[in-house]
């Protein structure tokens, strides 16, 4: 930073360490503004999630949206970890994230000490989930077909994508 002031300053003939970026009060960098979905557009999101993957990957949609929970908060909890009675979900401080790394995934602690919490469910997602269980008792709560953890990147590439970009029976 003090190479690159002295080069504005034109104390020096350039900074033979010149960064792009700028940091500081000085910085030029504009932030894009986030992209929030509206309701109405979750429910599109998930109405093509549901053609592209199936009623575990809209219902996966769903509770992002309405939970804001992380991919690994969202795939790693157990069914112990639900309590449909008391309309919570439960983030286990030590086995409630599903990490994945070199085509490893593992049950481990979630990113912050604060994002293990209890999580109020609403009641639609409550009746879905109701439904859910219904249709299979393995241990975690979102599986694949075959009865394992789900993989992020195919998720994104398979499903998530195509349902936000409207391209339905397009795998991308």
Do not use: C
């Not at 998930?46 to 992002?64: H, P």
């Not at 309590?83 to 994945?100: F, K, M, Y």
């Not at 393995?138 to 075959?146: A, L």
């Amino acid at each position: 930073m003090i190479l690159t002031d002295a080069d504005d300053e034109h104390l020096i003939p350039t900074n033979p360490i010149h960064r792009y970026r700028r940091r500081g009060q000085r910085s030029h960098r504009i932030e894009s503004e986030r992209v929030w979905a509206t309701p109405t557009e979750v429910l599109r999101i998930t109405e093509q999630a549901s053609a592209l993957g199936g009623e575990i990957d809209s219902l996966l949609v769903v509770a992002a949206a309405w939970t804001g929970r992380r991919w690994g908060e969202l795939t790693g909890p157990r069914r112990d970890n639900v309590d449909l009675d008391r309309s919570v979900l439960i983030i286990d401080p030590r086995t409630g994230a599903l990490h994945e790394s070199a085509h490893t995934r593992w049950l481990g602690s979630p990113k912050t000490a604060s994002s293990a919490r209890t999580i109020t469910l609403p009641p639609s997602l409550i009746t879905m989930l109701h439904k859910h269980f219904e249709q299979h008792d393995n241990e975690f709560v979102f599986i694949t077909e075959g009865g394992t953890w789900l993989w992020r990147s195919t998720f994104i590439r398979r499903v998530l994508k195509p349902a936000v970009n409207g391209k339905e029976g397009h795998l991308a």
